[in-house]
């Protein structure tokens, strides 16, 4: 009895390796040396089922076992690179199809124009100096230096034209870093 199980075990494990086809390949960039980490699938066609998946070898290798008499979709994707999608069908599942050498190139985007702008900071406070930045408080067109004072966050001129800023009177103002006489 143990010699009749273990005979039809056999038979079992041969006959499972020859219903099944290897569909292989290699893949390559355009100056022909082999791609490492290329994301490959087998997908059954027309019904989208993956039949198997794996990385590419040090060498560019992949190879798919037990793959079953049909028609194939081989993908092949990478970062940086276009993808491919080759079309195999699976004879016999006797022999190994061997796809060849796929070369891949590389992905070339065109990006639009890019303007950088940069905004002022509009109060910056340095020890014991505030300086304004005057093109952050909008005035009308001709306005006096007065009224661009009047615009400053915690300032004030009063009616002597005596400006105060945070309560402390203001002993001198600069203008592009030159002293301005009012």
Same mark, same amino acid.
């Given at each position: 009895m143990r010699k009749i199980l273990l005979a039809?075990?056999?038979m079992t494990a041969f006959t499972s390796v020859?219903?099944?086809a290897i569909v292989k390949g290699?893949?390559?960039?355009?100056?022909s040396q082999p791609l490492q980490g290329v994301t490959t699938q087998i997908i059954q066609y027309p019904d989208s089922v993956r039949k198997g998946y794996m990385i590419t070898t040090a060498k560019g290798d992949f190879s798919f076992k037990g793959i079953n008499p049909g028609n194939y979709v081989i993908n092949l994707s990478m970062v940086g690179m276009d993808d491919i999608r080759k079309i195999v069908e699976v004879k016999d599942t006797t022999t190994t199809l061997d796809v060849g050498i796929l070369t891949m190139t590389e992905t070339s985007v065109t990006l639009n124009d890019a303007v950088v702008t940069a905004v002022k900071a509009a109060v910056v406070a @340095?020890?014991?100096t505030i300086e304004f930045n005057a093109g952050s408080f909008k005035t009308q067109a001709n306005a006096s230096v007065e009224d661009l004072l009047k615009k400053l966050p915690g300032?004030?001129?009063d009616s002597d034209g005596k400006i105060t800023s945070g309560g402390k009177t203001v002993s @001198?103002?600069?203008v592009d870093g030159k002293e301005f006489f009012w």
């Open positions: 039809f075990a056999l020859a219903v099944a290699r893949v390559v960039d355009s100056d @340095k020890q014991d300032v004030e001129v @001198k103002i600069l």
